[in-house]
């Protein structure tokens, strides 16, 4: 009997008669309850042990797989990394060898142009040379070429002479010109020596600039131009400022205040010689700048400069600034150094006699 039974009765009665029972369903049974479990009993703890220890051991193992299977593609990582940055070097190093095969292919490229260009050149001078030779076997050409030398060394001397003793640099220019035009005919090996000697001079000549005297003429002239005419403003009239006061202005008209001795040239006589004698100073220096005489030049200016305020003692001051650059300007040009193709003709012919 275990103690989930229902318990007996005290004292068993009689049976009751079965007609005397009351007619009544049968009393409802409890479902039996399930004995408590007893906690683990020590006789199980080693078979846990085991299986906790084999899951240990499992869990080690995969995390070892795990491990070896991380280094070993790290490892492949690596290499991988390895092989491409040895593969980047290497396409690196075959760029830099492309490019140095280009340099050098440009390189001979125009090392080739060079030599065909020289090559070309020494058949050129060799076809001249022949032609020279040629010519020179003709015994015929030696007066013409003799006379054309005579012509050349005339036209050299001239142009020379003509820019240092009248500085007249269009005269030289036509000069050279001539003189090149007469070298160009002669045949002679030696005229390649005279011709690149006058190509020398003649650049000289052409970076000249203008001639200054025709500057300082246009300049007389301009100046002579714009004087104002006798009859125009008194010579003892003042301007008067607009914005003076108007006591100023009536006084003015009336009252003139001048230096006791500015020789000013109020009649009409006086004014007209000093006008006279402006103009006959101005003619002057025109005529200094024509001869290229600068102390006569500067000198007649000058004493032009002495007139002005006899004329115009109030607004001169513009006209003798004007005077004082005209004063200013040179009258010859800064010649080159001419005479070296001269020279060498003179020394190739006295060589030759």
Not at 291 to 304: I, K, M
Not at 346 to 351: I, K, L, M, T
Request: no cysteine; hydrophobic share 45%; proline share 8%.
């Amino acid at each position: 009997m275990t103690e989930h039974d229902p318990p007996p009765s005290a004292e068993p009665g009689p049976p009751a008669p079965a007609a005397a029972l009351p007619t009544s369903p049968p009393p409802a049974t409890t479902p039996p309850v399930a004995p408590p479990t007893s906690p683990a009993s020590p006789r199980n703890w080693p078979a846990t042990g085991l299986f906790l220890l084999a899951l240990a051991a499992g869990a080690g193992w995969l995390w070892h797989v795990a491990q070896e299977r991380a280094e070993r593609e790290a490892r492949v990582e690596a290499e991988a990394a390895q092989q491409r940055d040895a593969l980047q070097s290497r396409i690196e190093g075959l760029r830099r060898d492309v490019r140095s095969h280009g340099q050098r292919l440009q390189q001979a490229d125009a090392t080739n142009r060079v030599l065909r260009d020289e090559l070309i050149g020494m058949g050129q001078r060799a076809t001249v040379l022949e032609d020279q030779v040629a010519k020179l076997a003709d015994a015929s050409r030696e007066g013409a070429q003799a006379l054309r030398l005579d012509e050349a060394e005339l036209l050299l001397t001239l142009g020379e002479q003509r820019l240092r003793l009248a500085a007249d640099l269009d005269g030289a220019q036509r000069a050279y010109a001539l003189a090149a035009g007469v070298l160009q005919g002669v045949d002679s090996p030696s005229a390649l020596n005279l011709r690149q000697a006058l190509a020398q001079e003649r650049a000289a000549l052409d970076a000249l600039d203008a001639d200054p005297r025709i500057a300082a003429l246009a300049g007389l002239d301009a100046f002579a131009r714009a004087l104002p005419p006798d009859d125009a403003a008194p010579a003892q009239g003042v301007d008067v400022d607009a914005a003076a006061p108007w006591w100023e202005r009536v006084l003015a008209r009336l009252v003139q205040v001048r230096r006791a001795d500015e020789a000013l040239a109020v009649s009409a006589h006086d004014r007209a010689a000093a006008r006279i004698g402006l103009e006959l100073e101005l003619a002057l220096a025109r005529t200094a700048a024509e001869r290229r005489d600068a102390d006569a030049y500067r000198a007649a200016l000058l004493r032009a400069d002495a007139w002005l305020p006899r004329l115009w003692p109030g607004g001169g001051n513009g006209r003798r600034g004007e005077l004082e650059r005209l004063r200013a300007l040179p009258l010859a040009p800064d010649l080159p150094t001419l005479g070296s193709t001269l020279a060498l003709l003179r020394a190739q012919r006295a060589g030759r006699a």
